[in-house]
């Protein structure tokens, strides 16, 4: 059964910083992997999608990795800005099954 | 933790026919449900806010008459794809908020139309 999880729960940093968010999931055999955005009360907003055979996506100043074989996927947000306060949640996508949920990552941007 | 269920999990239906999904929420009320798409090899992607008691609320490009949302009760939303067509064979998965943040996404529907 894929489970999937992410690290940190919660991160609170200062305006301007470079930071990393963690996914990690257990069987291998996806499909592809998915980085989302939750505002609190909207819905999911997708910010980026790495297929399984690809390594890594950007769009601006985000940047997601995919490493298969060690289960990990990486997102990189660069200058963070106070906008970019929300919850990050990836999800894998397990060949036809289901999504499966991280439980996201609770990020928040001081100004 | 807080279960949504989603019927049928898969359907089959030829072109012309209409075919409507369950969404429920098995142990909570959610005044605010989700319903998402995602064509191969695409991003999951938003197409109604689904609101108890009012009438969805649809993501630009989403045909609001062709993608019927229901919501009756605070357990049960319903999308009905009206007329279905094959370009609209795709997997659909809707969510339930739980309180004000926490959103539970359901198994999603795997819809094929001939």
């Known amino acids: 059964k894929q489970e999937v999880t992410q690290i940190p729960a919660a991160l609170s940093v200062p305006e301007g910083e470079n930071l990393v968010l963690n996914c990690s999931f257990t069987?291998?055999?996806?499909?592809?992997l998915q980085w989302f955005r939750q505002d609190p009360g909207k819905g999911l907003t997708s910010l980026l999608l790495?297929?399984?055979?690809?390594r890594e996506q950007t769009s601006g100043r985000l940047n997601a990795s995919l490493d298969k074989s060690s289960g990990r996927s990486t997102l990189y947000i660069a200058a963070s800005q106070p906008g970019d306060s929300a919850t990050y949640l990836c999800?894998?996508?397990?060949?036809?099954?289901?999504?499966?949920f991280g439980p996201g990552t609770r990020l928040s941007v001081l100004p | 933790g807080a279960v949504v269920s989603q019927h049928p999990s898969w359907v089959i239906c030829k072109s012309g026919t209409s075919v409507k999904i369950e969404c429920r929420s098995l142990?909570?009320?959610?005044?605010?449900m989700f319903w998402y798409r995602q064509f191969p090899k695409q991003s999951l992607m938003l197409m109604a806010t689904?609101?108890?008691?009012?009438?969805?609320?649809?993501e630009q490009g989403v045909e609001k008459d062709k993608f019927l949302i229901n919501h009756a009760s605070l357990t049960l939303s319903t999308l009905t794809v009206t007329s279905a067509h094959p370009e609209d064979s795709s997997f659909y998965i809707c969510?339930?908020?739980?309180?004000?943040?926490?959103?539970?996404f359901g198994p999603g529907t795997r819809l094929l139309v001939l």
């Open positions: 969510s339930a908020l739980n309180g004000r943040e926490t959103q539970y």
């Open positions: 069987d291998s055999a996806i499909y592809n």
């Open positions: 790495i297929q399984s055979s690809q």
């Open positions: 999800a894998v996508d397990n060949y036809g099954q289901n999504f499966v």
């Open positions: 142990d909570f009320q959610a005044t605010t």
């Open positions: 689904s609101n108890e008691g009012s009438k969805a609320t649809y």
